[in-house]
């Protein structure tokens, strides 16, 4: 097993005597991209806060590369990376003098060292521009920068791929798989989208009010809500089209959602050729509905707050 | 991780200078005091025209003969004697040395400078130096740089600190030498050995002149921006607090213009409202004690009000420390 990098137990957190986080409890392994993911609100920001030292948790415990970040702050913190929301630097010093001002506050960082990090991030060119000079992009890199400057063994994103551009948001994506993968960084990122989340992370812990409703690899928890098709087919072919169903490789799991109506959990792009299966044996279908599981499908689901789908899910799934 | 303090002083002076803050600082003075020395020699104008003549000397002599004739009356009382003596031989010395008590020199607008600067002209100029030092890392979002460091947040705030006090005794010295260099365009730099009267004490609120003696104007200029430099320390400590409490530098500035404008009325009127002594904004024209001008409110001594200045300051660092080390960080 890796390294746990980063391990968090029971934090609990109050603003104004109202509890925000309840118990949270995950463990982040050296060389992943864990996802920390919910809605806006659900606590993500403030639960980052209290990991990088920025607010004072009400209980619990964080440890990173085990070190106690309440009782031994500057050894934890020496071991993070961090971007809390908008990568917020000095606009009025050029990105080199950035650099420079956190070299000298975390100490021990080379001139060498602050050349390799701008040639890693690729900001040679505009480095010795100031950074009100930069656009968001060149920013978010120097916000890497900084982060990566002092050689940390996690990196903390709070919705890094926030304002960024498609093309952005692809070259962030690949440059944190790489960082996970061949430096082997554990990089911790919050989102509060699922596609995002899906597209980088190994593992992901969803929160929901305050709280972790689930831990887990994200392949798994994404094939257990993976895309559903329904099916209107008349009553007369139920039976009939149920069958066919099963048969077809492409499709996971049948069950029968209403009147009329025949859901699946399968592969969207095969839709037209199950579509063609079951018009060849013979099934009149008069209706085909797509529906991509959204992340606010998932936290219903997951927090049973969603009447329809918790009675579906629960009801018919059969293993 | 113990991060010396010389690099994150450093890191806070970089920044200081690249706001731009002391720049602002010397052109407001670069730009003051030439209007102030304009004034002055003005004044001295003015002076001359209205006696009529351009010597000195005439009235000079005339003025120790006065004194003179006034000693020689048995109704003095004693410790005026001793005072006049001490006048006379001020006078003589203008006299015996060539200098026009009028028209002064550079050390000598410097000196009128601080007197008039050190209630109010100077420490605004402190809280435009100090206001944001801690403020504008919260209003532009770079505090989370800045204590996501392996840096305790006591040291982050001492280094600020430090910085406050580097750049707050340069302004005192750049003062001085300004006010020295620019006055002593039109009124030349000679006069540092001027004697200046001093050492007046109050007594039951009538001052006493038995302890008065003269003093060589550098001597004087060093003890008078000494206290200048004390007043600028308390005025940008209790700044700092400011800074650590809130969060935007325009409120911050807000607070520290009312306060100081209210110390200057306060010591207007407030002779009635005795208590009012244990402001700090009251207590900020500590030159006056050197100069022997009355105390605004009865009880004011040097030491009284050097230790509520000192008292107000270091309340304010306590404020400052407790706040800024246990403050969660919000967006």
Same mark, same amino acid.
């Given at each position: 097993?890796?390294?746990?990098?980063?391990?968090?137990?029971?934090?609990?957190?109050?603003?104004?005597?109202?509890?925000?986080?309840?118990?949270?409890?995950?463990?982040?392994?050296?060389?992943?991209?864990?996802?920390?993911?919910?809605?806006?609100?659900?606590?993500?920001?403030?639960?980052?806060?209290?990991?990088?030292?920025?607010?004072?948790?009400?209980?619990?415990?964080?440890?990173?590369?085990?070190?106690?970040?309440?009782?031994?702050?500057?050894?934890?913190?020496?071991?993070?990376?961090?971007?809390?929301?908008?990568?917020?630097?000095?606009?009025?010093?050029?990105?080199?003098?950035?650099?420079?001002?956190?070299?000298?506050?975390?100490?021990?960082?080379?001139?060498?060292?602050?050349?390799?990090?701008?040639?890693?991030?690729?900001?040679?060119?505009?480095?010795?521009?100031?950074?009100?000079?930069?656009?968001?992009?060149?920013?978010?890199?120097?916000?890497?920068?900084?982060?990566?400057?002092?050689?940390?063994?996690?990196?903390?994103?709070?919705?890094?791929?926030?304002?960024?551009?498609?093309?952005?948001?692809?070259?962030?994506?690949?440059?944190?798989?790489?960082?996970?993968?061949?430096?082997?960084?554990?990089?911790?990122?919050?989102?509060?989208?699922?596609?995002?989340?899906?597209?980088?992370?190994?593992?992901?812990?969803?929160?929901?009010?305050?709280?972790?409703?689930?831990?887990?690899?994200?392949?798994?928890?994404?094939?257990?809500?993976?895309?559903?098709?329904?099916?209107?087919?008349?009553?007369?072919?139920?039976?009939?089209?149920?069958?066919?169903?099963?048969?077809?490789?492409?499709?996971?799991?049948?069950?029968?959602?209403?009147?009329?109506?025949?859901?699946?959990?399968?592969?969207?792009?095969?839709?037209?050729?199950?579509?063609?299966?079951?018009?060849?044996?013979?099934?009149?279908?008069?209706?085909?509905?797509?529906?991509?599981?959204?992340?606010?499908?998932?936290?219903?689901?997951?927090?049973?707050?969603?009447?329809?789908?918790?009675?579906?899910?629960?009801?018919?799934?059969?293993? | 991780?113990?991060?010396?303090?010389?690099?994150?002083?450093?890191?806070?002076?970089?920044?200081?200078?690249?706001?731009?803050?002391?720049?602002?600082?010397?052109?407001?003075?670069?730009?003051?005091?030439?209007?102030?020395?304009?004034?002055?020699?003005?004044?001295?104008?003015?002076?001359?025209?209205?006696?009529?003549?351009?010597?000195?000397?005439?009235?000079?002599?005339?003025?120790?003969?006065?004194?003179?004739?006034?000693?020689?009356?048995?109704?003095?009382?004693?410790?005026?004697?001793?005072?006049?003596?001490?006048?006379?031989?001020?006078?003589?010395?203008?006299?015996?040395?060539?200098?026009?008590?009028?028209?002064?020199?550079?050390?000598?607008?410097?000196?009128?400078?601080?007197?008039?600067?050190?209630?109010?002209?100077?420490?605004?100029?402190?809280?435009?130096?100090?206001?944001?030092?801690?403020?504008?890392?919260?209003?532009?979002?770079?505090?989370?740089?800045?204590?996501?460091?392996?840096?305790?947040?006591?040291?982050?705030?001492?280094?600020?600190?430090?910085? @406050?006090? &580097?750049?707050? =005794? +340069? #302004? !005192? /010295?750049?003062?001085?030498?300004? *006010?020295? %260099?620019?006055?002593?365009?039109?009124?030349?730099?000679?006069?540092?050995?001027?004697?200046?009267?001093?050492?007046?004490?109050?007594?039951?609120?009538?001052?006493?002149?038995?302890?008065?003696?003269?003093?060589?104007?550098?001597?004087?200029?060093?003890?008078?921006?000494?206290?200048?430099?004390?007043?600028?320390?308390?005025?940008?400590?209790?700044?700092?607090?400011?800074?650590?409490?809130?969060?935007?530098?325009?409120?911050?500035?807000?607070?520290?213009?009312?306060?100081?404008?209210?110390?200057?009325?306060?010591?207007?009127?407030?002779?009635?409202?005795?208590?009012?002594?244990?402001?700090?904004?009251?207590?900020?024209?500590?030159?006056?004690?050197?100069?022997?001008?009355?105390?605004?409110?009865?009880? @004011?001594? &040097?030491?009284? =009000? +050097? #230790? !509520? /200045?000192?008292?107000?300051?270091? *309340?304010? %660092?306590?404020?400052?420390?407790?706040?800024?080390?246990?403050?969660?960080?919000?967006?």
């Amino acid at each position: 097993m890796a390294e746990t990098v980063l391990s968090v137990k029971g934090l609990k957190k109050a603003i104004g005597g109202k509890p925000i986080i309840h118990d949270i409890t995950f463990d982040v392994y050296a060389g992943e991209v864990f996802g920390f993911l919910g809605p806006n609100g659900a606590g993500k920001t403030t639960t980052i806060r209290m990991l990088v030292g920025l607010a004072k948790a009400d209980g619990g415990d964080v440890r990173i590369a085990d070190i106690s970040l309440q009782d031994r702050f500057p050894e934890a913190i020496a071991q993070v990376g961090c971007i809390v929301e908008n990568p917020e630097l000095y606009k009025f010093l050029t990105g080199r003098e950035n650099l420079e001002q956190f070299a000298r506050m975390s100490g021990g960082i080379s001139t060498q060292r602050i050349e390799e990090i701008v040639r890693f991030v690729d900001l040679e060119r505009a480095i010795d521009d100031k950074v009100k000079t930069y656009s968001l992009g060149m920013r978010q890199r120097l916000g890497i920068a900084q982060a990566l400057l002092h050689r940390p063994k996690i990196l903390i994103l709070d919705e890094p791929t926030n304002g960024l551009d498609p093309a952005g948001i692809r070259e962030l994506r690949q440059f944190i798989r790489r960082l996970a993968e061949e430096e082997g960084l554990a990089v911790f990122i919050s989102s509060h989208l699922l596609s995002e989340i899906e597209m980088m992370c190994d593992r992901v812990a969803i929160i929901s009010q305050g709280k972790v409703i689930s831990v887990g690899v994200v392949n798994e928890l994404m094939e257990q809500f993976a895309d559903q098709v329904e099916w209107t087919i008349p009553l007369s072919h139920m039976e009939q089209a149920a069958s066919v169903l099963r048969e077809i490789k492409a499709v996971t799991e049948v069950w029968q959602s209403g009147e009329e109506r025949l859901k699946t959990r399968m592969d969207i792009e095969q839709v037209s050729a199950v579509n063609q299966t079951l018009v060849g044996k013979g099934v009149p279908v008069t209706g085909i509905a797509t529906k991509t599981v959204t992340l606010e499908d998932l936290f219903l689901t997951l927090t049973g707050g969603g009447k329809e789908h918790g009675t579906e899910h629960g009801g018919t799934r059969t293993k | 991780m113990g991060q010396s303090m010389v690099g994150l002083v450093q890191n806070e002076t970089v920044k200081l200078l690249r706001r731009r803050r002391f720049l602002v600082v010397v052109l407001i003075l670069a730009i003051l005091i030439p209007i102030f020395t304009y004034a002055q020699y003005r004044s001295v104008v003015t002076a001359q025209e209205r006696m009529g003549t351009t010597d000195w000397r005439p009235l000079l002599t005339q003025q120790i003969v006065d004194m003179q004739n006034r000693l020689a009356s048995s109704r003095l009382p004693e410790e005026w004697r001793d005072f006049i003596k001490i006048r006379i031989q001020q006078q003589q010395y203008y006299l015996d040395h060539d200098i026009n008590p009028m028209a002064p020199g550079g050390p000598t607008f410097a000196r009128g400078f601080m007197d008039q600067a050190i209630s109010m002209f100077l420490p605004m100029i402190i809280v435009v130096l100090a206001v944001d030092l801690v403020s504008a890392e919260f209003s532009e979002g770079t505090i989370k740089l800045l204590l996501t460091r392996p840096v305790r947040r006591w040291k982050v705030l001492t280094s600020k600190y430090i910085t @406050m006090l &580097l750049f707050t =005794s +340069l #302004t !005192v /010295l750049t003062t001085l030498i300004l *006010a020295y %260099l620019i006055s002593g365009v039109v009124f030349g730099y000679s006069g540092w050995d001027l004697p200046i009267l001093t050492g007046f004490e109050v007594t039951d609120g009538e001052l006493t002149t038995t302890g008065a003696f003269m003093l060589p104007q550098w001597q004087f200029l060093l003890m008078q921006y000494g206290l200048g430099w004390f007043v600028c320390i308390v005025v940008g400590t209790v700044t700092f607090m400011v800074s650590v409490l809130v969060r935007s530098a325009a409120a911050g500035m807000g607070i520290m213009m009312a306060a100081l404008i209210s110390g200057t009325i306060l010591t207007q009127m407030a002779s009635s409202w005795e208590s009012s002594k244990y402001l700090f904004v009251v207590n900020l024209q500590l030159t006056d004690y050197l100069n022997g001008t009355l105390p605004p409110i009865k009880g @004011m001594t &040097l030491p009284f =009000s +050097l #230790t !509520v /200045l000192s008292v107000w300051a270091i *309340a304010a %660092l306590v404020v400052a420390y407790l706040v800024f080390t246990r403050k969660d960080v919000t967006s």
